[in-house]
């Protein structure tokens, strides 16, 4: 395999966004990427996007937005992973470049949600679950994550409290990203006390509903080095991908995210790498009890310490290990099949020493992960300065 | 880059298929690929299919289908582009292995197309073309195809006829595949006079809707010599993908499919071959005239001579180029994310000697040719005996 670096990053604000369509979001977002690193020159493209067809009436993405770039004859594909479509984008622009088969890439997400009518966002969402035995029963992914925090807090003594300390945290760090589509801090006090969506998850436990796009630009690290002559190159060491039963009441545990812990530890071994040696990391906190869960099962902390590890302050930027940079999906939102190409993004500017106030001093291997669904499959990206 | 042998092949009969699930459909067709191979590893799985989101209210298939095979831990993802989806699976599944990062792996593709009630198949379909310029226009894909067959005739002299030969032809060649849905002969007369779907296209002349799962494996050269020992071993040597624009207004001709012409282009080049060197050849025939300019386009006639190509006889079985001796989408069916995967799988019974009465004696190199919507996308692998 050869190795691949990241050359280019680009994305949008995200947010409402009325007055662009699907791939208008995704072109600006792509133009930012090309921008970054002056190539003139793709031989793929990969997009991460969960559900355009029930979200827009639009499937066939990849050849949509490569003539919408421009690039009419590009082979061009969408991939997806529910929510962790956009990580998946990500490895598998790897996976092609590595191969020897393309030179440049570029991985990207979108996702235009605001556009669907009534409860149909719900029930897009839902269909990252298990349509026949949980969705078809009237389940919702903020029911699913709920029962999880239940039985967590139930095991392990994770507090209400714990849970808001995530979103304190997160909106603290997104209120310093220009892109977050919710740049505000919030208190313990107005997360406990907001609509109550799931007990015992509130309005701002949960991830927001975003139109957004994101796109990296990868190539092989010889290629790299001519293109980004005297810039900060950043390599993709490790990736790990792994799947679970997509239904809870199939798995053994409902405080153990299997594909994460899975996902991790695969990235961990291609990398050479352990949890100590991470210095910036973005996870999935599509709800909060997610983070909490997630350090846990990447290695973090021990099995049921996530709640006490998030009131700790280890995870603030300026902390043992800042976690979220970026505001997280929480504050930054959560335009699905963006997801995971915002979190690559976010450690390519840490490592790269670009990520303003927001910045880990001296950052030089930082780690995403990306998840599909109530824990379905996890894709982890272990990054490093070349 | 690695070679890359395709070590086992299974699909399913399809069809209408009242009593099985998507899920079942597809571990149907991934346990007699995994029997065709005797492995007991995949590193890895990628399932092609459209819009299971639309049909049956399920995203996140990678996942849920590796689970109900028995293998939950295993990275699996989706792919779409389309109808193109199954070349695409098996695209991607080839750059997995290709680049060292696994060594066997699954390439599926499933779409259970009868579930969903009404109209809904045919908006679910239409969402390969353009929603905001053809679709909320109210653009079907019998009417998109239709267009482009008018314009053939118009410009270069096709006839009524001519369309009707290739369904006659597919259908032949279907009755001696038993997996195939309409396993029938229907004669010229019979085509033409057959209900009017979008002028000039008949009943006849469009593939069906289709419940159905197709599944390979790929193994890098040497775990396949070892896996497959003494059996006959099929490479995959060229593969093509390019795109277009999904809507027909934005091209240049509506006689030409750029995407099938850059994709057959870059599958020759990249395996060494010429159309000359090609002995059996699965295409695209979604509606007769695709499999017309399909041919024309890919350098198997000079343009405007498919029509004449058709009613000629080369393309039987028999003939100079046998042309879907699978009975093609049009006789076996077009579960639209399986299609591309059984290309790849009839090819590879041809060049294994097992294809029965289907049998292109002592053919040695195979190609196939897989569209994504009217011609926004394009996959082609050529193969060969090892």
Known sequence: MRDVAIIGVGMIKWGEIWDKSLRQLFVDAAVEAIADCAVDRLDGLYVGSMSPGLFVGQEHLGSLLADYLGRKHLPAARVESACASGGLAVKTAFLDVASGHSDIVMAGGVEKMTDISGDGATYALATAADQEYEVFHGATFPGLYAMMARRHMHEYGTTREQLSHVSVKNHKHGSMNPDAQYPFEVTLDAVAKS???????????????????????????????????????????????????IALHQRESLTTLEAVRVSGERAFRMAGKKPEDIQVLEVHDCFTIAEIMVLEDLGFCPKGKGGTMAESGATHLGGKIPVNTSGGLKSKGHPVGATGVAQVIEITRQLRGQAGPRQVKGARVGMTQNMGGSGGSSIVHIMEVA
């Not at 190539?219 to 390599?235: H, Y």
């Open 195 to 245: 609509t109550m969506v799931a007990e015992p998850l509130t309005l701002l436990d949960c991830s927001p509903i975003t139109d957004g796009a994101a796109a990296v630009i990868l190539a092989d690290l010889e290629t790299a080095r001519r293109v980004c002559k005297g810039k900060p190159l950043v390599k993709i060491t490790g990736i790990g991908h792994a799947g679970d039963s």
